[in-house]
């Protein structure tokens, strides 16, 4: 199965500071086939990118993904206070379909 | 306004099975496949396999093969995931959710909680 990892594992921004998230694949995932979801406490996950780097609906500009093969990225370019969560990227070019561990965003 | 409404909170003891709803709203059921996630307290999302509920076919996760089934019922738009030989390992909140790669909607959650 492709794991993912994430990194950092916790990330202490500022609001209006830019947060870069990293999730690196075990082997390519070709089609771009990856996604990334937002978490709040005691919610399901939302999901905010598929494809690498197309947004969902109804999600802010300020949040972009990119990359490709093994390396992809989440950037959200100005942290608002509702933005404090744990975020996970996710294949989906394979079965089992795996998460990467999370990273937290946390208020600094 | 799609929504995916599951079945309340359960507590079993290790050994008993659990079968948990998901009904949805806003779409036929029959137009998507419907996956199956769970999350153990404190720690990250784990896939549990879906069911194309047009024609039934599953995929399951290795490691829950031959404990979990998944069905749907189209005349009530409800999506079903039963698991079982409960173990405390299966404690957590389960999810349904939408579609089969990326998961778009998403159920609020049912807590199985496992304790003697």
């Known amino acids: 199965e492709i794991v993912l990892t994430q990194s950092p594992g916790t990330l202490s921004l500022s609001p209006g500071e830019r947060a870069t998230l990293s999730c690196r694949a075990s082997?390519?995932?070709?089609?771009?086939?990856l996604a990334w979801y937002q978490q709040k406490p005691g919610q399901a996950p939302r999901l905010l990118i598929y494809?690498?780097?197309s947004r969902a609906t109804g999600i802010p500009d300020r949040f972009s993904g990119s990359g490709s093969g093994t390396d992809f990225t989440l950037t959200i370019s100005r942290l608002e206070p509702e933005d404090f969560a744990v975020y996970y990227c996710?294949?989906?070019?394979?079965?089992?379909?795996?998460f990467g561990q999370g990273t937290k965003v946390d208020i600094k | 306004q799609i929504h995916l409404v599951q079945s309340g909170a359960e507590l079993k003891t290790p050994g008993a099975s659990v079968k948990v709803s998901c009904k949805a709203s806003?779409?036929?059921?029959?137009?998507?496949?419907l996956s199956w996630l769970r999350q153990a307290p404190g720690q990250g999302l784990e896939w549990m396999g879906w069911?194309?509920?047009?024609?039934?076919?599953?995929n399951y996760a290795e490691k829950l093969q031959g404990r979990v089934t998944m069905t749907t019922d189209a005349s009530t738009n409800t999506a079903y995931m039963e698991l079982t030989s409960l173990t405390t390992d299966d404690t957590a909140v389960y999810f349904c959710?939408?579609?089969?790669?990326?998961?778009?909607?998403w159920g609020q959650g049912t807590l199985v909680t496992v304790s003697s």
């Open positions: 959710a939408r579609k089969t790669a990326t998961f778009d909607y």
């Open positions: 806003g779409y036929a059921i029959i137009t998507y496949g």
């Open positions: 996710q294949q989906y070019i394979d079965s089992p379909r795996t």
């Open positions: 082997q390519s995932i070709t089609n771009n086939y």
């Open positions: 069911i194309s509920a047009d024609n039934g076919k599953t």
């Open positions: 494809g690498a780097s």
